[in-house]
């Protein structure tokens, strides 16, 4: 197993190097502003760019570029917020987008896997169907469109919230912001409640048909019992790794919702970078670098939860 | 031992042979059903799911909604936008939705409620006694209130969103001057109204009324801020223009009523030919002579004047046509790679699947903006978009036909066909490739809301512009009206409740196709 996980891992960060190699070459074509336009700045901007290697051969650069990342320097905002340094913005915004994730994790996790053993444990009766069609409603319909509308109901008509952070120098983990996101969380919330009762639900009816489940209420478990302690141990297996993927995949996902709520989080802050004119391209290396790595970081725990649901799924064999 | 030579030369004649059974009843079971084709099968399972069926047609009529609604619902007015260069829509925003039949209901008859103070209440009153058009369309009565932005009685009231509007100032060429004066007479019907005289009298002596306040709306002798200035038995007195002596100036049509004949109407700039008349026009009558029609949009209109109901289906129509298009696309692209992929697996598999894990993990926001970044220039924004859903998008497709591959390439009658001498090129897609059809089809029908989806969030956060005056998403429509949200939900909520819908219909639908096609996948997911 040991051999196998190392391998993917290996396999993720060559990925990752790879697809930041395209972008950077990518971005490298395009042209970059002339630091005359900076004004009093183009001092700085050049020397920035100097440091960067901007004027070197791209290979030159290129490998600059991992010498400089690494060490945390990713070098100067240029249009979105001039003069400012990438790496600190981002760290200065990541509390929030990370605050919402958190939030709405603890939050999705107990509902979702409550309603989720709730339904399985009332297979085909009216509370799965009810719970059922809910999960069908919540995980098709995007998750904008109720965003908009806890925001009109909540914030705009019963006025219980703020529509967005109103203090930001109380940091990301205050209360106070706390109240000002709880739609942002609800909203966000919702998918993912939705997502974990389904999956909870398809794992545990398996589970319960198993004959190890007879066996038990045979040697007189109570039926909670049972579920419990056998029916539950055996269906978390899979589950909380999917959890896990869960909640290192939807820091991507708080795009929209960070968005529609105003909150200076990273998905904002990429949204501004790439709005921006020209389109802050410092700020993009370092933001794709990090949905990338988000995604594969999930994809390699998904995955590693699929051998667990399964050994006996060999890929790649011939015939 | 029998002697084979003697068979080989032995010459038997035809009439001696005979048939064994001839005549004689076979007992073999004889099937009373006809045989069942797959897909016949799969439809037969499909149609008894009913949650699916019902999906099925609602798509069908989101669908028909978008590629019938611009037959009735295009007009002079929404010409006037997407073909034409006039930007007297931008005047029309913010209408509410109204449909004819529903007047007075309270009820999709573009009203809303408002609590508004006594000056707007004022306001309202005397715009009704110039035009005859009432904006206050029902009184619910009065509200005390007393905080820091407002104090004392409030009115609480249903408004015409189409009347509150009230006047426009509009600028007209000579000729088109002319056209309006003549059709206001043809049809006996007010468009222009006269002047107000808004210029403070600096002789003390100077008696006469004057409207002080800048709103177009008052006409009626009143100070700065529109507090009226009262004539006898608290009558609002005119404080319209007289005796225009521009030269350019004439004015021969219809005069509102208490006209004596020296009313202004309108206000002449340049000279000669090339004057130009400046007219203080009643928007909803204007409209009526601009376009044809009483102003009634069953959407209402968005804070830019377009029609909401137009735009949504275009924007509908061409999200159907991405979809379908993209779909199709990354449908062929998929099913070759994942066929050969699953076929011959061993270092080609491996070999693929890393090119697709590269591929796979480029968070599709990035491919977009490097999409946008370097090839919008060339082929277009949608152009660009197209590219980046192609880029990645059939790896789903891909891995799907792998699995098939995978499941059907061991079983038996993939080998008879090789023992009988088969090429791979024909086992691929002579035998193997129809027993995953099935995968693929449901595989196609989930690509098109996953595509809609991501088309939809995209111009939501702005990564992609696909909103102007001739085209339109669903996407560019929310993002739009989302800074309107507080105050006119409407811009939103037919944009949203379309993409709930279909989004929900979609998954539904490929569900019950899934479950039909490949039965022993069955609640799997949910």
């Known amino acids: ?319 | 031992m029998i002697d084979n030579k003697n068979f080989e030369n032995m010459n038997i004649d035809k009439s001696l042979f005979a048939f064994a059974h001839e005549g004689e009843n076979l007992h073999d079971t004889k099937f009373d059903t006809k045989p069942v084709s797959s897909l016949r099968d799969a439809m037969r399972r499909f149609t008894k799911n009913k949650g699916s069926v019902v999906a099925a047609c609602i798509i069908l009529i989101l669908l028909l909604f978008a590629l019938i609604t611009p037959l009735f619902a295009e007009s002079a007015y929404t010409d006037s936008y997407s073909v034409g260069t006039d930007v007297t829509y931008l005047q029309y925003g913010y209408y509410l939705p109204k449909t004819k039949g529903f007047e007075g209901t309270g009820f999709w008859d573009g009203t809303k409620k408002e609590e508004i103070n006594q000056a707007t209440y004022r306001k309202y009153m005397a715009m009704e006694q110039e035009t005859g058009r009432p904006v206050i369309t029902k009184e619910l009565g009065t509200v005390e209130i007393d905080d820091i932005i407002n104090k004392g009685t409030l009115h609480v009231v249903r408004i015409d969103t189409y009347a509150q509007k009230g006047m426009l100032n509009v600028t007209l060429t000579q000729s088109q001057y002319d056209a309006l004066l003549k059709w206001q007479l043809e049809n006996d019907i007010q468009v222009i109204y006269p002047q107000v005289d808004r210029t403070k009298p600096t002789d003390p002596n100077d008696k006469r009324p004057v409207c002080l306040s800048k709103d177009l709306n008052i006409w009626y002798a009143c100070d700065i801020k529109g507090v009226p200035v009262y004539g006898p038995g608290k009558t609002l007195v005119p404080a319209y223009l007289k005796n225009n002596t521009h030269p350019e100036y004439y004015y021969n049509s219809k005069r509102i009523a208490g006209d004596d004949g020296t009313y202004s109407y309108a206000q002449v700039t340049g000279s000669g030919a090339k004057s130009n008349f400046v007219v203080r026009v009643d928007s909803y009558n204007y409209f009526l002579y601009k376009y044809g029609e009483e102003p009634c949009f069953a959407f209402g209109t968005s804070s830019e004047g377009y029609d909401i109901l137009t735009r949504l289906a275009n924007g509908a129509r061409f999200s159907f046509l991405l979809a379908v298009l993209v779909s199709l696309i990354n449908l062929t692209i998929g099913a070759i790679y994942g066929a050969i992929e699953g076929y011959y697996g061993g270092v080609v598999d491996m070999t693929m699947e890393r090119i697709v894990d590269i591929l796979g993990g480029i968070p599709f926001m990035v491919v977009t903006v490097l999409f946008q970044l370097h090839l919008a220039q060339k082929v277009g924004v949608v152009g660009a978009l197209i590219y980046a859903f192609v880029l990645t998008g059939w790896i789903g497709m891909a891995s799907r036909v792998r699995m098939q591959f995978y499941r059907f390439k061991s079983q038996e009658y993939v080998l008879a066909a090789r023992t009988l001498g088969a090429s791979d090129k024909r086992i691929i897609w002579r035998h193997i490739f129809p027993n995953s059809l099935g995968t693929i089809i449901t595989g196609t029908v989930l690509v098109i809301p996953g595509v809609i989806f991501s088309e939809t969030s995209l111009a939501y956060l702005g990564i992609i512009n696909l909103g102007s005056s001739s085209m339109s998403s669903i996407g560019s429509m929310l993002s739009a009206g989302q800074q309107y949200l507080k105050d006119f939900p409407h811009i939103i909520l037919f944009p949203a409740l379309f993409i709930a819908l279909l989004m929900l219909s979609f998954n539904l639908f490929g569900n019950g196709l899934r479950d039909a096609f490949n039965p022993q996948l069955r609640g799997s997911e949910g």
Request: glycine share 8%; aromatic share 14%; hydrophobic share 50%.
């Open chain 1, 1 to 319: 197993m040991l051999k196998y996980i190392l391998k993917r891992l290996a396999l993720a960060l060559f990925v990752f190097v790879v697809i930041m190699t395209i972008c950077f070459v990518l971005i490298k074509m395009l042209p970059s502003l002339p630091p005359e336009q900076f004004g009093k700045d183009a001092q700085v901007i050049q020397l920035r760019r100097e440091q960067l290697g901007y004027n070197k051969p791209i290979m030159e650069q290129y490998f600059i570029f991992w010498g400089q990342a690494l060490k945390g320097n990713w070098g100067i905002s240029e249009s979105l917020y001039p003069m400012s340094d990438v790496w600190d913005t981002f760290v200065e915004k990541l509390p929030y987008t990370v605050a919402i994730n958190i939030y709405s994790m603890l939050i999705s996790v107990p509902i979702g896997l409550a309603l989720g053993i709730f339904a399985a444990l009332k297979k085909n009766k009216w509370q799965d169907q009810l719970i059922s069609t809910g999960v069908m409603v919540f995980v098709s319909v995007p998750s904008f469109v109720y965003a908009l509308l806890i925001q009109y109901v909540l914030c705009f008509k019963l006025q219980w919230f703020n529509h967005t952070i109103m203090d930001y120098t109380q940091g990301a983990f205050a209360p106070s912001t706390f109240v000002d996101m709880l739609p942002a969380v609800l909203s966000l919330s919702f998918g993912t409640i939705a997502g974990l009762t389904r999956y909870t639900r398809a794992e545990l009816t398996e589970v319960l048909t198993n004959d190890f489940m007879l066996l038990a209420r045979t040697k007189g478990l109570t039926k909670a019992q049972a579920t419990v302690r056998h029916a539950m141990r055996n269906a978390m297996v899979p589950i909380f790794p999917m959890i896990l993927g869960e909640f290192i995949s939807i820091m991507s996902g708080s795009l929209i919702i960070e968005g529609i709520f105003g909150i200076a989080g990273v998905g904002k802050l990429y949204i501004g970078a790439v709005n921006a004119i020209p389109p802050d391209y410092n700020f993009f290396m370092l933001l794709s670098a990090f949905y990338t790595l988000i995604g594969l970081v999930a994809g390699v725990v998904i995955d590693l939860s699929y051998g667990f649901i399964d050994p006996r799924i060999r890929m790649g064999s011939r015939k």
